[in-house]
Nanobody, 114 residues
Framework: QVQLVESGGGLVQPGGSLRLSCVYS????????MAWYRQAPGKPRELVAGITPGSSTNYADSVKGRFTISRDNAKNTVYLQMNNLEPEDTAVYYC????????WGQGTQVTVSS
């Protein structure tokens, strides 16, 4: 079975930083497109950042220049480095793996507040 285990969420003040980690358990990590999504209360889930098996990346306009997605295929791990966080970044963040089908993490809460 494939599972995604997330860590790194928490409470941070505006302007602060967090790094989210997502560990993929199972075979085939290097073939998956990996991504981070987020969902704020009352809003639909949105794509934050994605990374291909070849490490090409894409970002939502709202986080471009502040967030960085990366992957370590040797460790079956994808990261989301979040800098200069804003209150609007408050959401539940979900790790996603896709290769013909989707696997989702359990979600981790990120709260940006003073």
């Amino acid at each position: 079975q494939v599972q995604l285990v997330e860590s790194g969420g928490g409470l941070v003040q505006p302007g602060g930083s967090l790094r989210l980690s997502c560990v993929y358990s199972g075979n085939g990590f290097g073939r998956f497109n990996m991504a981070w999504y987020r969902q704020a209360p009352g809003k639909p889930r949105e794509l934050v950042a994605g990374i291909t098996p070849g490490s090409s990346t894409n970002y939502a306009d709202s986080v471009k220049g502040r967030f960085t997605i990366s992957r370590d295929n040797a460790k079956n791990t994808v990261y989301l480095q979040m800098n200069n966080l804003e209150p609007e970044d408050t959401a539940v963040y979900y790790c996603n793996a896709k290769f013909g089908y989707n696997v989702w993490g359990q979600g981790t809460q990120v709260t940006v507040s003073s």
